[in-house]
């Protein structure tokens, strides 16, 4: 592989909110390693760019869903246990069911604890983004 050029870090936090806004696999962005460029598609049909026909050529990374780096259920969880252990099993009922981030943002609400949980999930998605960059040997910038 050719030498490849640090990413903006911001760059790639940007491609991975766009492709954990929706379902997993309805928005795709991919990586060129060598040049720093991502590509962006959304499986709504309004495609941002054309996708490079090679991209199975592994100079490409696909940038991750956030259930790709468990960051959904379990990150909940591990919020609850630290700032509410109180409403833990709530939480746990609460995500056995359909409508759980709505319930969840209601419970937040209630205890006054929507700031917290989105410094705290902010956080955790960086630090997880961050160590994939690394596994992914993706080097970053800022």
């Known amino acids: 592989m050719?030498?490849?050029?640090?990413?903006?870090?911001?760059d790639i936090k940007n491609a991975f909110d766009f492709v954990s806004s929706g379902q997993m696999f309805e928005n795709e962005a991919y990586l060129n390693k060598e040049t720093g460029e991502i590509f962006w598609k959304s499986g709504l049909g309004d495609d941002f760019e054309e996708l490079p026909e090679d991209?199975?050529?592994?100079?490409?990374?696909?940038?991750?869903?956030?259930?790709?780096?468990?960051?959904?259920?379990?990150?909940?969880?591990?919020?609850?246990?630290?700032?509410?252990?109180?409403?833990?099993?709530?939480?746990?009922?609460?995500?056995?069911a359909r409508g759980a981030y709505r319930k969840f943002k209601a419970l937040l609400e209630r205890t006054d604890m929507v700031e917290k949980w989105y410094e705290y999930e902010f956080q955790e998605e960086e630090k997880a983004l961050r160590a994939w960059c690394e596994e992914s040997e993706i080097e970053t910038r800022g």
Request: aromatic share 10%.
């Open 2 to 10: 050719k030498t490849q050029m640090a990413v903006n870090f911001q």
């Open 55 to 96: 991209l199975d050529d592994e100079k490409y990374v696909s940038i991750p869903h956030k259930n790709e780096l468990d960051l959904g259920k379990r990150l909940v969880l591990e919020f609850a246990c630290q700032y509410l252990p109180e409403d833990v099993e709530e939480i746990k009922e609460i995500f056995r």
